[in-house]
């Protein structure tokens, strides 16, 4: 087996050294200086290249040694002895080594990625490449979470109060003629869940936008200070990963282009997403299920493409959705509906101020949400009476007027802390 090196392009950031590998390096060998004057002497041509094409002259295993800050090793033989003078097991150590599986002879181009795991061979290089996509979506999250964070900045990012957040997802008519009255009458800030197909034809919910417009809701939105969120496209279940950015990214774009606003957060549906990203037939967002987002569609275009999301994930310590808030976001965190038959969610001492009890009592955050159009004449079956909905909502201020709960937007909601 034949190795000769080739050096990256200028624009290909995830072969240059990150502080990651290099953490990841340092963790392997115990005398750093060492390590690099060995690995130069045995081949003084290596300065910062991590692609290395490997000539299989038959079909099989062949193994390579991983980057040291993206300096990759010898392979065979040599680097095996290499590695005895460090210290490193002549068997090999698994964050060091890659296993290389040729599917036949001929040249495979071979990278490494994050904390030195093995790309794969043949067709590693196509896989770096996607890997080197991402990195805008990096940058991208952490402008929007800057963006976040100066807007949480006035009057203060610190808070010893409970925080509650309200949502209103979806249904315009309902939203802007019933609801929308009630929370600036008593100046309760609030947060709205939109699609961005909303107003187009064919919409899920075209009847419940009947007579209203994107320049009512903007007209609004900007007089009363509520802020708008993305809840995807179309409210319909996504059957592929092709149609992901389109629903989630373009969604966002169209709502901020109709809304003049950011849009920083997303607000998932009650659908399911492709690669098992459910919301409507088995919600898998949990304490712990959170994690199977990870690497999804997805996580790309929600957790990459704002600078905050809901979800279904409760509090572990207490089982509810009282959420801890440290003044970064609680990605994924899940809300408590208000919307129930009979106003069991919005009575005294019922659903929504018993959690709000909760918040106060353990120094966390909630999120309540509902649909207007199951408010009395919103339009669909009758859930809760006007006096019911007015009735929490002037509770509500109360707390807040006494000074015991803080009612916020959900950016606000994101990056404020609960804290002395």
């Known amino acids: ?133 991402t990195l805008p979506d990096v940058a991208q999250r952490e402008l929007l979470r800057a963006r976040a964070r100066r807007v949480v900045a006035a009057p203060r990012r610190t808070t010893a109060k409970a925080l509650v957040a309200i949502v209103a997802d979806d249904y315009p008519a309902a939203t802007l003629d019933i609801f929308a009255p009630m929370m600036k009458s008593r100046a309760l800030p609030w947060s709205w869940a939109l699609n961005g197909n909303t107003f187009d034809p064919g919409y ?26 993305n809840h995807g496209a179309t409210h319909a279940d996504v059957t592929s990963v092709a149609q992901m950015k389109a629903e989630i990214i373009g969604s966002r774009d169209r709502l901020r282009a109709e809304t003049g606003q950011d849009v920083l957060g997303f607000i998932p549906p009650g659908c399911d997403f492709p690669e098992g990203v459910q919301y409507k037939t088995a919600p ?76 106060v009592a353990n120094g966390g955050g909630v999120i309540l949400g509902l649909h207007a159009c199951y408010i009395e004449g919103g339009g669909a079956a009758q859930r809760m009476t006007r006096a019911g909905v007015e009735g929490f909502l002037d509770r509500l201020k109360a707390r807040r007027d006494a000074g015991e709960i803080e009612v916020v937007t959900m950016t606000r909601w994101n990056y404020t802390k609960i804290g002395n």
């Open 1 to 133: 087996m034949t190795d000769t090196y080739i050096k990256p392009l200028e624009s290909d950031y995830i072969r240059k050294g990150a502080a990651a590998i290099t953490t990841n390096a340092e963790t392997s060998y115990t005398r750093e200086e060492q390590a690099l004057n060995a690995i130069s002497a045995l081949n003084t041509a290596l300065d910062e290249r991590a692609m290395v094409p490997i000539n299989a002259a038959e079909p099989g295993i062949y193994t390579l040694g991983s980057n040291y800050r993206s300096t990759p090793m010898l392979s065979g033989e040599t680097l095996g002895d290499a590695l005895g003078t460090l210290g490193v097991p002549a068997a090999g150590d698994e964050r060091l080594l890659q296993v290389i599986n040729a599917p036949s002879d001929g040249t495979f181009e071979v990278g490494t990625n994050y904390r030195g795991r093995p790309v794969g061979g043949g067709v590693s290089s196509e896989y770096v490449e996607s890997q080197v996509e």
């Open 204 to 229: 899920s919910y075209a009847g419940f936008s009947a007579g209203k417009s994107w320049a009512d809701v903007k007209a609004m939105a900007t007089a009363d200070g509520v802020e708008i969120c």
């Open 284 to 359: 898998l967002i949990g304490t712990k299920g959170e994690l199977a987002l990870v690497g999804t569609a997805y996580d790309r275009w929600v957790n990459y493409g704002h600078a905050w999301a809901t979800g279904t994930m409760n509090n572990p310590v207490i089982g509810d959705f009282v959420h801890p808030l440290d003044g970064s976001p609680r990605m994924n965190a899940g809300r408590q509906w208000l919307d129930f038959p009979s106003d069991a969610g919005v009575s005294a001492g019922g659903i929504g101020e018993k959690l709000i009890d909760k918040a």
